[in-house]
């Protein structure tokens, strides 16, 4: 599962869903409707079966998102992590 906090200095967005093409580009569009938020910032967790499709699916707009200065925290869980 996938699991993205999408903070800003106004609100918090929590987002839950199963890691798919239709899933990654739904979170995409939030955080590029929030990209004009004071204080945005971005917080990914997801289980390390879903890194590669995650990966595959964001590759365009994560790096992006992270070069123009936007923190983003990414956590990939392995099933030793508690």
């Known amino acids: 599962m996938l699991f993205a906090v999408i903070r800003s200095n ?8 199963e890691v798919s093409a239709g899933t990654v580009r739904t979170l ?7 990209h004009r938020e004071a204080g945005l910032r971005l917080h990914i967790e997801m ?7 995650f990966t595959q699916y964001a590759g365009g ?3 992006a998102l992270v070069q ?12 030793t992590d508690t």
């Open 61 to 63: 707009w994560l790096p």
């Open 47 to 53: 289980n390390a079966t879903e890194h590669s499709a």
């Open 10 to 17: 106004r609100y918090a967005l929590h987002f839950y869903a």
């Open 28 to 34: 995409a569009e939030h955080v590029q409707q929030a």
């Open 68 to 79: 123009s200065g936007i923190p983003v925290d990414v956590k990939v869980i392995r099933k």
